[in-house]
């Protein structure tokens, strides 16, 4: 069992940035592949970044080289640096906590992970 809590959103310009934190307790989070995935309002949820437990990382084409996910395992914390904010960034912003699949795309799907955080808002106005 893993508990994660998402901190860290907002309100923000765009071109901004914004630093989102997610904070795991429970079992050994360096054991985890960990993600982060958001839902925009009245759009499913979309996979937005990927690390897995040897620290390869998988990002969306969509956020790639404004978005950076990393993570800490000393602090059992993961984090999402997102830079370069534009409007369609709006959503809710969950971290997610699972397994390492055999091909690092995998890790966008939402069936890699068995723990879910209850999200942090971001909103970027124009």
């Known amino acids: 069992q893993v508990q994660l809590v998402e901190s860290g959103g907002g309100l923000v310009q765009a071109g901004g940035s914004l630093r989102l934190s997610c904070a795991a307790s429970?079992?050994?989070?360096?054991?985890?592949?960990m993600g982060w995935f958001r839902q925009a309002p009245g759009k499913e949820r979309e996979f937005v970044a990927a690390i897995r437990t040897g620290y390869s990382t998988y990002h969306a084409d969509s956020v790639k080289d404004r978005f950076t996910i990393s993570r800490d395992n000393a602090k059992n914390t993961l984090f999402l640096q997102m830079n370069s904010l534009k409007p369609e960034d709006t959503a809710v912003y969950y971290c997610?906590?699972?397994?390492?699949?055999?091909?690092?795309?995998?890790?966008?799907?939402?069936?890699?992970?068995?723990?879910w955080g209850q999200g942090t808002q971001v909103t970027v106005s124009s």
């Open positions: 429970g079992r050994a989070f360096s054991a985890y592949a």
């Open positions: 997610a906590a699972g397994n390492d699949r055999f091909r690092l795309e995998l890790q966008a799907h939402e069936s890699a992970y068995n723990w």
